[in-house]
């Protein structure tokens, strides 16, 4: 999911300027669903893009 879709879909037409709340709620997220939120591996970052929700056996 590109970051500028996660920044409309949660704060609306106009999402520019968001991109660092959302690194720190992406953390907040990590921190509850990680083992080590330091080096992910079901919430993980895709370079240049966003981000990509791994699951487990698919």
């Not at 879909?9 to 997220?29: C, K, Q, T």
């Not at 993980?44 to 929700?53: D, E």
């Amino acid at each position: 999911m590109t970051i500028d879709a996660l920044c409309e879909a949660v704060w609306g037409d106009n999402p520019f300027g968001y991109e660092n709340s959302l690194m720190a709620h992406i953390r907040r997220i990590r921190e509850k669903i990680e083992k080590n939120p330091s080096q992910p591996v079901s919430l993980v970052t895709v370079k240049g893009l966003g981000y990509k929700l791994m699951v487990e056996g698919k």
